[in-house]
């Protein structure tokens, strides 16, 4: 496994869907873990129930069926679906929607996702799902979804590209008394972008970050803040490490015409410079 997960790190991360499948036909053993912990780019589904889109991932997977956030229904259908307690649907169906506003101001544009499941310690049984309400939920784990493709955008350069991100968070109450909890955020952005002049940038980046908050404003309220600190980090990231180390590259390759005619234009006055003064210096009395 750990072989397979290096040679996926070295491939192009454009071509990561490819070289996935191959890989799963080489070692189908290791299918299920492979699919599990390769970040593969979202694709969307649509729920004709609500006629809205929905994303697609290892979270809401069963079998070869995928959950809609919006109705908790399986495309396609499936009967025993894995499916979230009562208390954590009623959250998940919140955190979709404040979820959709923050995608449309920050990304004017693109597809989101909630998923969120219980985490069942070794003390609990399944009885312990059935909370009254989500203020009761000791631990739980979800997903944050975005996609926004190159289309949705108003710059006519990029041919084609994306940007997903995937926040997976795990939430644990702190003492018995619940006023507290500890969150744990493993955030990944996948970026490609392809250019009309045939330049082609591509990767993923992963960060994380733990925090204790207070749980009196809600769950969403404090993963919506770590969130929206992490996703900006994650800009600046991609902005420093892609964005600006190839921007050092075409400028030590390439010399613009600007600045071709000004190089030259100071050797040429250094040449003059030392003309002059090779000629002061063979006759003093010029000066």
């Known amino acids: 496994m750990d072989q397979a997960l290096d040679l996926m790190r070295r491939l192009p991360p454009s071509n990561i869907e490819e070289n996935l499948t191959a890989l799963v036909d080489l070692a189908p053993e290791l299918t299920e873990e492979l699919l ?5 780019p979202l694709q969307i589904a649509f729920d004709n129930t609500v006629e809205k889109e929905f994303l697609m991932c290892d979270y809401n997977r069963d079998g070869d069926s995928y ?41 004017e544009g693109g597809v989101s996702s909630v998923y969120l499941w219980d985490i ?48 997976v968070v795990e939430v644990n109450a702190i003492g018995d008394d619940g006023v507290s909890a500890i969150y744990k955020l493993t955030s990944t952005v996948m970026l490609s972008l392809n250019t009309q002049d045939g330049i082609k940038l591509g990767g ?3 960060r994380q970050m733990e925090e204790i908050h207070p749980v009196i404003e809600g769950h969403i309220v404090n993963i919506g803040t770590m969130l929206e600190e992490m996703e900006g980090k994650l800009r600046n990231s991609l902005d420093q490490v892609y964005f600006g180390k190839t921007r050092d590259v075409v400028s030590a390759l390439r010399v613009s015409t600007d600045d071709a005619i000004q190089s030259g234009y100071k050797e040429n006055m250094a040449r003059q410079a030392c003309l002059i003064s090779e000629m002061l210096a063979k006759n003093p009395k010029a000066s």
């Open 204 to 206: 993923s980046l992963t």
């Open 67 to 107: 959950r809609s956030p919006w109705t908790g229904t399986y495309f396609p259908p499936m009967e025993g679906g894995a499916l979230p307690s009562p208390a954590l649907r009623t959250l998940e169906l919140q955190a979709n929607a404040t979820f959709d506003t923050y995608r449309d101001q920050y990304f």
């Open 36 to 40: 599990s912990r390769v970040d593969q």
């Open 120 to 167: 069942l310690h070794e003390d609990e049984d399944e009885s312990a799902k059935a909370k009254s309400s989500s203020d009761d939920i000791a631990s739980f784990a979800g997903c944050f979804l975005i996609k926004k493709d190159a289309q949705d955008g108003k710059r006519s350069r990029l041919s084609s590209g994306y940007w997903d991100s995937i926040h």
